[in-house]
C-alpha cells in the first residue's frame, strides 16, 4: 500500500518520519520487526523536537536582526513606511538562521510564530523607544519644538479638518475634535496612540512573518533524521 504525505500528498517511505517534500512529520508503520508501540514514540520524539524552540539561539538571532529593524521602522525612519512589511521579512530571516543551526533543520509553523512574536517584541518596542528619544532630544536638546508645534497646526488646521469635512462631520464637532488635539496634552494622546497602534501592527506582521518562514522552510528542506 502506496503512503502518502496528509499535507501535500506526495510519497512517502514507510520507514520514513518526514515527508521528504514538504518536512511533516507522518505516522510510522511497523518495519524490519519493530513493534508498533516503538513506531509512535518516534514519531512523538519528531514532532516534539520539531515543536520545541531553543531560546537562546533564538533570542540570539532575533537580537541582532529586530533590533536594527526597530530603529528601521521608527515613526521619524526615512523607511518607517516600510515598517511592517520589514519586519515580516525580518522574522522570516530570525526563523531561517535559527534553523541553520538546530539539528534536525525543521521547525513547526507554530514554533515558528511563537520566534516571530518575541522578534515582533523586540522590533517593536526599539521601535517605539526610538521614536520617542528622538522627538525628547529633538525638542529639549536640539530645541526644534517650535517647528513640530507647527507641522502639527498645520496637520491639525488643514489636512484634518479637510478630511473631516469630506467624511461629512458637522462644523461643531470639527471644532471639538480641533480644541482636543490642538493643545500639548491631545498631541501627547495623539502621538502615544500611534506608536501603540505601530507597536501592535509590527508585532502582528512579525508573528505572521515568523509563521511564513517556518512554512517555507518545511517547503524547502528535508529534515535530518
Known sequence: MEITCTRCHQTVQVENCYCPVCGLPQLVYPVDGAT??????????AVRDAGSVDWKAALRAAVMLAVPAGLLSSMLSPVGILGMPLMAATAVWVVVLYVLNQRPAWITMGAGARIGFV????????????????????????HQGGFYDDLWQ??????????????GVDAQT??????????????????????????????????AGGALGARLLARSRRPEV
Do not use: C
Open 36 to 45: 508498533a508501540q516503538d513506531q509512535p514514540e518516534r514519531w512523538d520524539e
Open 119 to 142: 522578534t515582533g517584541v523586540l522590533g517593536s518596542w526599539t521601535a517605539a523607544a526610538s521614536t520617542g528619544i528622538t522627538l525628547f532630544v529633538m525638542r529639549f536638546w536640539l
Open 154 to 167: 498645520n496637520l491639525v488646521n488643514q489636512q484634518m479638518s479637510q478630511q473631516w469635512t469630506s467624511m
Open 174 to 207: 470639527i471644532t471639538m475634535m480641533k480644541a482636543w488635539l490642538l493643545p500639548p496634552e491631545g498631541r501627547a494622546g495623539w502621538l502615544l496612540a500611534a506608536m501603540m497602534m505601530l507597536t501592535l501592527a509590527l508585532l502582528l506582521f512579525a508573528v
